[in-house]
């Protein structure tokens, strides 16, 4: 495993349990763990969260929707996943971010998958590339890899936004971590 993303809503009480036991982090993200993806309010992004990030803020550069796929600005947790410590976005930010999240254009993978090409993109997302004169065998295989990616990502990009408004709607706040 390691490096993969995994967001998890979290009401006050849900917070609470976590900060008083951050080893329930590990049960949390552990996909195998009974219940794992089926949990309400867990998002395993696996390796796309790299992309995801990049193609939605560019980054961070976009300060609210580089909150999120990392929430940047949130409040370190007592939980620590194998990269560092969980963030926490508390609920009027997470509103704010579904808010964003719904503004984004359907395409917005499709339009800025170009943008990942060079870049050092965990999962090496958007790094197939082949030149026009290549045989025609290697074009498909590179446009069939491509294809795959795209739709990988927009499925995640699709629960990630769909995750946001759940939360914003329940009053919840949001929980990153990478492990």
């Not at 990049?54 to 947790?77: I, N």
């Not at 800025?112 to 004169?133: I, M, P, W």
């Not at 290697?138 to 629960?159: D, F, M, N, P, W």
Request: with cysteine.
């Amino acid at each position: 495993m390691g490096m993969d993303g995994v967001l998890c809503a979290l009401s006050a009480k849900r917070h609470a349990m976590l900060q008083a036991d951050p080893g329930l982090l590990f049960e949390l993200t552990d996909p195998t763990h009974a219940g794992g993806e089926q949990m309400r309010g867990l998002l395993h992004l696996g390796k796309a969260w790299d992309a995801l990030d990049l193609l939605v803020s560019r980054r961070g550069e976009d300060a609210l929707l580089g909150d999120a796929v990392l929430a940047r600005s949130g409040k370190s947790m007592r939980a620590e996943g194998g990269f560092g410590k969980a963030q926490f976005l508390a609920p009027v930010r997470v509103a704010k971010i579904a808010a964003a999240l719904a503004k984004l254009p359907a395409r917005v993978v499709r339009d800025r998958y170009g943008e990942l090409f060079g870049k050092t993109v965990h999962g090496n997302y958007g790094q197939e590339t082949c030149a026009d004169d290549e045989i025609a065998f290697i074009r498909e295989q590179v446009a069939e890899t491509q294809r795959r990616e795209i739709e990988e990502l927009e499925g995640k990009l699709t629960k990630l936004i769909a995750l946001y408004a759940a939360a914003a709607k329940a009053g919840d706040g949001m929980m990153a971590v990478v492990v």
